[in-house]
């Protein structure tokens, strides 16, 4: 069964500094590995994906994060935060092959501080 | 296209009745999928339907919750009876190919008093 692991509840990091959101998955087949940004009182919206290609994948608003299979890790870093990036993610696996479906992580809440 | 669209946004029902959430997934997305989240348990899935096919209901927490979806352009979640403990958010998401990115929409927030 695929499972995902974010560690702690929050970060809180200040304006212009690293950010990195830690994500552990497990799964039984090689996966496809996500992240996802809410706002508040908002549905989840992608942040990134990674399918098996390029290790390294960028997404919107500056993250990008690295698949480490070794490690089985796929953790989400942005050079210098912004205070739009306070927000909650997740970190979502599922598994290659038919009827796959999303498993979420418990999220992360990002805060930025000025 | 409008995204997947989500009906009522709020809910508040009182303890007993039936509730009943709406959703239009993308058009031509295969994949259904509902979620709750709450503070204590985060984001649970709780139905996922392939071509209009329930695949897993494993997620559902018990008999009073049931999930359908006549077409590929609409599915409904119930809850009947309701209890406060059923109080959450809502979602439902599509996705037109197995393995990839679901697509949200906004939710609908449940209140049972």
């Known amino acids: 069964a695929q499972s995902v692991t974010q560690l702690g509840s929050h970060v809180s990091v200040s304006e212009g500094a690293l950010v990195l959101l830690r994500c552990n998955y497990s799964s039984s087949v090689p996966p496809y590995l996500f992240w996802y940004v809410q706002y508040p009182n908002q549905g989840l919206q992608l942040l990134l994906k990674?399918?098996?290609?390029?290790?390294l994948v960028k997404g919107i608003n500056g993250f990008e994060a690295e698949f480490k299979k070794s490690e089985t890790s796929f953790h989400l870093t942005k050079p210098s935060a912004h205070m739009s990036d306070a927000a909650e993610y997740f970190c979502?696996?599922?598994?290659?092959?038919?009827?796959?479906?999303?498993?979420f992580g418990k999220g992360i809440t990002l805060s930025v501080r000025p | 296209d409008a995204g997947v669209i989500q009906s009522p946004r709020h809910e508040v029902t009182e303890m007993g009745q039936e509730v009943t959430l709406r959703c239009k997934p993308i058009?031509?997305?295969?994949?259904l999928f509902w979620y709750r989240q709450t503070m204590m348990r985060g984001l649970e899935l709780l139905i996922y339907f392939n071509n209009n096919v329930p695949i897993d209901d494993s997620g559902m927490p018990e008999d009073r919750f049931s999930a359908k979806m006549p077409n590929a352009s609409f599915s409904t979640l119930k809850i009947q009876p309701s209890e406060p403990r059923d109080s959450a958010v809502y979602f439902c998401?599509?996705?037109?190919?197995?393995?990839?990115?679901?697509?949200f929409g906004q939710g609908t927030r449940l209140t049972v008093v």
């Open positions: 058009s031509g997305h295969d994949y």
């Open positions: 979502a696996v599922s598994e290659s092959g038919a009827n796959s479906k999303l498993t």
């Open positions: 998401a599509s996705s037109f190919r197995e393995g990839g990115e679901a697509f």
């Open positions: 990674y399918t098996s290609a390029a290790t």
